[in-house]
């Protein structure tokens, strides 16, 4: 059976999706209109596709392979802040996003026979965004919009990691501490709905699918251990707007 991933729902949104944003009729033409806006987010982060690199020997020990990681995939859930300016002609609409979120977390755990205890590597992920987004809109009713629409961008990320030794019956724990800092071209997908109040006011509900890029932990002080990883997230995104 194929494992069902955020990638997967999202390639299955855009083919439900196509009809609407074709079908759809557009808003009625309206002169060209800047807007801003401030937002939060909740977001359904996860992160896959470990590749590991000197943490143990990579031979099986006692049935296990020493610096096998334990876990595929790591869930977590994040929220986010941010703003956009951007621009609206008829029925699209342009905008820059930016976005911070403050803590993703990205633990893992290996077994290491050779060394008979287990290494840990926890990582906190603090990240800045920034895309330029394209959309199409249309009407729903009197008060009420669809927007559908992605766009490209980068993300700076700052990853604090700890690389652990557990204590063993005749060793202390070892602690080794690094900071990274890498930047990352990422990209988004979003459908959304927008319902207008006095003007100039709005509010609007996203419903976003971010490829965040590549995660890259180490090397650490003591230790020449790298882990790589693939980071990806749902968001529900809530928009406060106002135009002029």
Do not use: C
Request: proline share 3%; hydrophobic share 40%.
């Amino acid at each position: 059976m194929r494992k069902f991933t955020v990638k997967t729902l999202t390639n299955f949104n855009l083919l439900l999706l196509t009809p609407l944003f074709l079908a759809v009729q557009a808003q009625a033409a309206e002169p060209p209109r800047w807007y801003g806006s401030l937002d939060v987010a909740l977001a359904s982060d996860e992160i896959d596709g470990f590749k590991v690199r000197g943490i143990g020997t990579g031979e099986a020990i006692g049935g296990q392979i020493d610096g096998d990681i334990r876990d595929d995939k790591i869930d977590d859930y994040t929220a986010a802040i941010g703003f956009s300016v951007g621009r609206r002609m008829d029925h699209w609409q342009t905008d820059l996003s930016y976005s911070y979120r403050y803590r993703t977390d990205w633990d893992l755990a290996a077994s290491t026979p050779s060394i008979e205890t287990i290494t840990n590597v926890f990582s906190d992920i603090q990240t800045h965004s920034l895309l330029l987004n394209l959309a199409r809109r249309g009407a729903l009713s009197t008060h009420w919009s669809w927007e559908v629409g992605g766009g490209i961008g980068f993300a700076s990320k700052s990853i604090e990691s700890d690389y652990i030794e557990r204590a063993t019956a005749d060793t202390a724990q070892v602690r080794f501490a690094a900071q990274r800092d890498q930047t990352e071209l990422i990209y988004n997908a979003f459908i959304g709905v927008e319902r207008s109040f006095s003007h100039p006011w709005s509010l609007g509900i996203r419903l976003r699918y971010v490829d965040m890029g590549g995660l890259e932990a180490g090397p650490f002080p003591g230790r020449d251990a790298r882990i790589s990883a693939d980071h990806q997230m749902i968001e529900l995104r809530f928009l406060l707007r106002r135009r002029w």
